[in-house]
């Protein structure tokens, strides 16, 4: 059969409401306290240490639906007008058991505490021992005050620890462990309406949508900005109809669908969330064992919006049977993302050449009895000192362009938006010329568009081989030695030539009493 055309159609079938009301409702819950302990926890709890608890897992779904009459006490809309809604909530409430590694609190002072090879623990003040060292230039012996400022931040946050452990080894630093309330939810909403304008015209309108919430946790108790882990999906679909008698043997339908796909990373991360240090990203140098106040992440968006139309029409004529129409089918996509969006990236270190390297090492005597056999205990003994020092060994950032002025601009995200066009058109003839042969014929016509960028920001080169376009002739070149790169909203052209006839028949044939005929059915 020749069709509409297009990949998809949008449907969503439901419930209707009724000249009757009808209603449900139904609750189901599940609490950590009806289940058994794990065997592992009940060995390890104590009075005292709580983390081995259980966490908290608790839900509490509901689901409701109502359907009925709307508005009967409306003339001309009694009898007429009808209405259906659902709504699931399928919320996920909890609490997470996380760790994180934090200086301990000498540490935050610069006094680096490590284990020495003759078995015992040893403090020195880096501040003071290179301050008297008497190293030249920048030989700082004051913690930075920005550097002073985030730290005093995340030691406010170790107030709602639950718990520390130490680190075999590595006295300068410990294990802090928190409790984090967690939440992962579902909602399903539904509702449809029907509207019986006479009778040869009919409305139905749907909507449901699909929302998916997971919110994220800080890197730190009850920390700013918890967007790690973070996640949103928000997915609705529409469906609009109309359905037109126009005469006992003309009928038409028109729909209007519409379907969408939200999904949100990282809220409620923020491109201005480093403002109170610049709009300075400041990354500490020990690698991903001490995390950032703020967790590194932007906000990161996209969704494919998907619009269709389609118009069917059937018209019954004596021995005919005649169905034709047309689809529009738009699919589009976006994606917002930030990157560095003008966000300087700020890491600390201490460079090669610096005097700082000289007063802290494992020959210096700074740091009596330090390990030689391991570079663990120096190298986090000069981060340490570079850290509270602020001292900078490398600094970057990258610009995105403004999709609404074509030029570079700090804290502008990068847009990614791309749209697809297709129309398909059909007629089709199902003609009935005896009681044993029908003849289908028609043709389907598909206007295919090309993919798009709709923001006129995306590039294409002039030559993707460059100056060599033979496959498998190595040193064979072209004129085109400098490929230009230029904005190119479309890479390909449109197909508007796509006719696919097609023609078939239907015969039951005549078989007698013969073999044939019983073969066939005896004509029945």
């Not at 967690?182 to 015209?201: F, H, M, S, V």
């Not at 309108?205 to 790690?228: A, F, K, L, M, V």
């Not at 529009?328 to 993302?337: D, I, V």
């Not at 700074?366 to 003994?381: E, G, K, Q, R, Y």
């Amino acid at each position: 059969e020749s069709g509409g055309g297009g990949a998809m159609a949008i449907r969503f079938t439901t419930k209707r409401g009724t000249d009757r009301y009808h209603f449900h409702l139904l609750e189901q819950f599940y609490n950590e306290d009806l289940n058994a302990n794990g065997y592992f926890n009940k060995l390890t709890v104590t009075a005292a240490n709580r983390f081995t608890h259980r966490g908290k897992s608790r839900t509490q779904d509901y689901a409701g639906n109502v359907g009925g009459p709307l508005a009967p006490f409306i003339p001309f809309l009694k009898n007429k007008l009808f209405f259906f809604a659902n709504f699931e909530d399928v919320p996920g409430y909890g609490a997470g058991n996380y760790t994180t590694t934090v200086l301990t609190a000498n540490t935050y002072n610069g006094i680096f505490t490590y284990l020495g090879t003759d078995g015992q623990n040893h403090s020195v003040n880096l501040l003071t021992a290179v301050a008297a060292s008497g190293c030249q230039p920048n030989c700082s012996s004051t913690i930075d005050p920005t550097i002073s400022g985030i730290l005093g931040q995340i030691q406010a946050t170790q107030a709602h620890s639950i718990g520390y452990v130490a680190i075999n080894g590595q006295p300068y630093w410990q294990t802090m462990q928190y409790s984090q309330p967690t939440y992962n939810g579902n909602l399903y909403p539904t509702a449809r309406i029907d509207y019986i304008i006479n009778n040869k015209l009919s409305y139905h309108g749907t909507w449901n949508d699909h929302r998916y919430i997971i919110n994220g946790t800080p890197n730190y108790p009850d920390g700013p900005y918890p967007s790690t882990n973070a996640y949103l999906l928000n997915s609705p679909v529409t469906s609009n109809t109309v359905d037109f008698s126009i005469t006992p043997h003309l009928l038409n339908s028109v729909a209007v669908g519409t379907q969408g796909n939200m999904e949100y990373f990282y809220n409620p991360s923020d491109v201005h969330q480093w403002a109170q240090y610049g709009n300075r990203n400041i990354s500490f140098p020990f690698g991903t064992t001490i995390n950032p106040l703020i967790p590194n992440n932007t906000p990161w968006k996209r969704n494919n919006p998907v619009w269709q139309v389609h118009d069917n029409g059937t018209w019954i004529k004596e021995g005919h049977t005649i169905t034709f129409g047309a689809n529009f089918l738009r699919t589009s996509f976006y994606e917002q993302s930030y990157g560095n969006a003008g966000i300087l990236n700020v890491s600390f270190g201490i460079a090669t050449n610096d005097a700082v390297n000289n007063v802290l090492s494992q020959t210096s005597g700074v740091l009596p009895f330090i390990n030689t056999s391991s570079t663990t205990d120096i190298t986090n003994a000069r981060n340490l000192y570079a850290m509270l020092t602020g001292r900078i060994n490398g600094y970057s950032t990258s610009y995105n362009v403004n999709e609404t002025s074509h030029a570079y601009a700090q804290f502008a995200p990068l847009m990614q938006r791309f749209a697809l066009n297709t129309l398909g058109t059909y007629l089709q003839d199902s003609w009935r010329v005896a009681s044993n042969f029908t003849l289908n014929y028609g043709i389907h016509w598909e206007f295919d568009g090309a993919i798009h960028s709709t923001n006129g920001i995306d590039s294409w080169p002039t030559n993707l081989y460059g100056p060599s376009n033979a496959n498998f002739q190595p040193g064979v070149l072209n004129a085109s030695y400098n490929p230009v790169v230029n904005v190119q909203n479309s890479v390909y052209q449109r197909n508007n030539v796509t006719p696919a006839p097609s023609v078939g028949f239907a015969w039951n044939v005549h078989g007698g009493d013969g073999f044939v005929g019983r073969l066939l059915g005896h004509n029945k």
